[in-house]
């Protein structure tokens, strides 16, 4: 167990509905990410939140959105599904901003969209 | 800018064998080099991370990586393969340079024959 919590655990769902993914980083930790993995595209880096601020932007569509919250958890919010978007959604989350820190994955979600 | 490069998306060993997973990088400072491992149906978790000091590294389920800066290299290797070693393997690097600091390769999925 990392530590790091997902919910909910699947989702599935039609084209053009609005989801949200949550993550609730380990104990301490002031950063997490967000990733997106699937079977075409492997292990993609969407972005990144440290102490309530965005952090780093990788390949993250416009129709996502996320956040991280004063409590430091953080929701992914995607828009206007698309078959494509269907994928495990992983969130990560590290203890601060050195780049010898490790992540520390939760389990995913895995959505679905038909 | 730092690159993570893995040979082989896929690689078969037998029961016993050796197992070597190969990994380049490109980076223009110093690196910190991890290989994470992901296990059917859930996250990544670390398996070693080099960051300074002896450049063999060992981690855990007697996983090791020597990471050779003449050859920009950080293979991991374990000695005998065991049945429950069947999973992806992701490198990753990372500096401190920038404000998104990770690069993971593309995965190599391990397969142990009986």
């Known amino acids: 167990d990392s530590g790091v919590t997902q919910t909910p655990k699947h989702l599935i769902t039609a084209t053009g509905q609005r989801v949200t993914l949550r993550c609730s980083p380990r104990?301490?930790?002031?950063?997490v990410y967000w990733y997106q993995q699937s079977l075409d595209q492997g292990l993609q880096f969407l972005i990144q939140y440290y102490n309530g601020e965005e952090r780093a932007k990788g390949n993250i569509l416009e129709r996502f959105s996320a956040q991280q919250f004063p409590d430091l958890h953080s929701e992914l919010n995607l828009s206007s599904l698309e078959l494509g978007d269907s994928a495990l959604y992983f969130c990560?989350?590290?203890?601060?901003?050195?780049?010898?820190?490790?992540?520390?994955f939760g389990p995913g979600t895995r959505l679905t969209v038909l | 800018a730092q690159s993570v490069t893995q040979l082989g998306s896929h690689v078969s060993v037998s029961e016993g064998a050796l197992v070597l997973l190969r990994c380049n990088y490109s980076?223009?400072?110093?690196?910190?080099l991890f290989w994470y491992v992901q296990y059917p149906n859930q996250g990544l978790q670390l398996l070693l991370k080099y960051t300074t000091g002896a450049t063999l590294v060992k981690g855990i389920n007697g996983f090791e990586a020597e990471f050779k800066k003449s050859e920009t290299s950080f293979h991991l290797t374990k000695p005998s393969a065991h049945m429950s070693d069947a999973a992806e393997y992701f490198c990753a690097v990372s500096e401190t340079s920038g404000t998104y600091k990770y690069i993971f390769g593309t995965g190599t999925r391990l397969k142990v024959l009986a």
């Open positions: 990560a989350s590290e203890s601060g901003l050195a780049a010898y820190n490790e992540q520390f």
């Open positions: 980076s223009s400072v110093p690196p910190y």
């Open positions: 104990s301490g930790d002031l950063s």
